[in-house]
């Protein structure tokens, strides 16, 4: 089955840049897709296909992708972006729907 | 506004079954496809199972597959996720996600908040 691989933690100083990383070898024709989850909540979404922004989230927050690895950037990191992030993509026939690992981002 | 509301989460012992049910609104319900994502405690999300607006295609999790069952009765705007043999394993809470798709692809773009299923003697 298919699978989609995160760091499973990144630690960055407030305001600092914190960058999340994710492989899969469907991601040169996949888009990847980013989710925070806070602590006791559902997850949001913050990134869509690759680097769109939903409305309503903060422009520091961005995304990218280049061959097998999507990121998600987020320039100068506040205590309040703590989360759990998750990237989620397909395989390529797009019969499995699959979730990284996560990443448990730490901004102190 | 779109919400989803989950239901039907508790304590069960093994072998036994539950039924969940997502209540959704603020949206046209019957265009939509959706899906059933579970997360274990302290664990990442895992996709359970999805179904089309029509209910005509419907796929699943193998670490599911044969004992849950999906569903959906769009004249009552509900999704429901029928779960039998019940495993300590499915202990997780069960987030119903609403599925938007664009030309060649798709992902959740909205989630309910969530119901807990504890399996436990």
């Known amino acids: 089955s298919y699978e989609l691989t995160q760091p499973p933690s990144v630690s960055v100083s407030p305001g600092q840049t914190a960058r999340i990383t994710c492989s899969g070898d469907?991601?040169?024709?996949?888009?990847a897709y980013w989710y925070q989850q806070k602590s006791g909540q559902a997850p949001v979404l913050v990134i869509y296909?690759?680097?769109k922004r939903p409305s309503g989230i903060p422009e520091r927050f961005s995304g990218s992708s280049s061959g097998t690895m999507a990121t998600l950037t987020i320039s100068g990191a506040q205590v309040e972006d703590e989360a759990d992030y998750y990237c989620?993509?397909?395989?390529?026939?797009?019969?499995?729907?699959?979730f990284g690992g996560g990443t448990k981002l730490t901004v102190l | 506004e779109v919400q989803l509301v989950e239901s039907g989460g508790g304590l069960v012992k093994p072998g036994g079954s539950l039924r969940l049910s997502c209540a959704a609104s603020?949206?046209?319900?019957?265009?939509?496809?959706m899906n059933w994502v579970r997360q274990a405690p302290g664990k990442g999300l895992e996709w359970v199972s999805y179904?089309?607006?029509?209910?005509?295609?419907?796929s699943y999790a193998d670490s599911v597959k044969g004992r849950f069952t999906i569903s959906r009765d769009n004249a009552k705007n509900s999704l429901y996720l029928q779960m039998n043999s019940l495993r300590a394993e499915d202990r997780a809470v069960y987030y119903c996600?609403?599925?938007?798709?664009?030309?060649?692809?798709?992902?959740?773009?909205?989630w309910g908040q969530g119901t807990l299923v504890t399996v436990s003697s």
């Open positions: 996600a609403r599925e938007k798709v664009e030309t060649d692809h798709f992902y959740f773009d909205y």
């Open positions: 603020g949206f046209t319900f019957s265009s939509y496809r």
């Open positions: 179904i089309s607006s029509g209910s005509s295609f419907i």
């Open positions: 469907a991601l040169p024709k996949k888009y």
């Open positions: 296909e690759d680097s």
């Open positions: 989620y993509s397909t395989d390529i026939s797009d019969d499995d729907r699959v």
